[in-house]
């Protein structure tokens, strides 16, 4: 088995670049179902982030509101913190649980873990392999805009609550350029794949 972390910044491409593994025969997790998960409605996260922050980050079926939630905290590294430090262990736990049956399952298997917060949170810490997906400032604004309906203001509040991508470049054992064609990005994912596939092989 072998474990790649991929991420990257905002609207990057790195949930492309785990859709074309997938396409491969990788096993992907993503971390942002993970989050979901663990913070629904009931669950212990989902009550200490309803404690923390108030009723105002719930929909009116008390599930909670995603968008509410980043613009109240991503202004705000001190509440953006305190929400990480909520919901990361949990999401790690899961992402090992996870991980765990596919391996029992699959011993040579590839695992692609997408997280945006992969070394934000020390999840790269877990991985045997780190890809970082990069794309520019202004391709990952016009991308948050169409993709997620934000403002230019709230897509830069959500990059700068990120760390740089030349931060995140330093962890990399690969860069891929996420403002590639997929025609263009197929064939390197491609190469990855049957190099992480030999590796997982091997005792």
């Known amino acids: 088995m072998i474990v790649v972390g991929i991420t990257g910044g905002l609207a990057s491409g790195k949930t492309t670049v785990a859709g074309l593994f997938h396409e491969c025969g990788a096993f992907v997790i993503q971390a942002d179902q993970l989050a979901r998960t663990v913070v629904a409605p009931g669950k212990t996260a989902w009550k200490e982030i309803v404690k923390t922050f108030g009723s105002r980050v719930l929909q009116a079926d008390r599930t909670l509101d995603r968008t509410a939630l980043a613009n109240l905290v991503f202004h705000h590294p001190r509440k953006l913190s305190v929400l990480n430090r909520i919901v990361h262990p949990r999401v790690a736990r899961e992402q090992v649980r996870q991980t765990n049956a596919i391996a029992r399952q699959h011993p040579n298997a590839v695992i692609i873990y997408d997280a945006a917060l992969l070394i934000e949170a020390r999840a790269h810490e877990r991985m045997d392999r780190i890809i ?62 049957r190099e992480f596939l030999q590796e997982a092989a091997t005792p």
């Open 132 to 193: 970082v997906v990069t794309a520019n400032q202004p391709i990952q604004i016009q991308r948050a805009r169409q993709r997620d309906g934000l403002t230019r203001k709230e897509a830069l509040g959500r990059i700068r609550g990120q760390l740089p991508l030349r931060t995140k470049r330093r962890f990399a054992d690969y860069v891929l350029n996420g403002t590639l064609p997929i025609a263009r990005l197929r064939p390197r994912v491609r190469q990855l794949y």
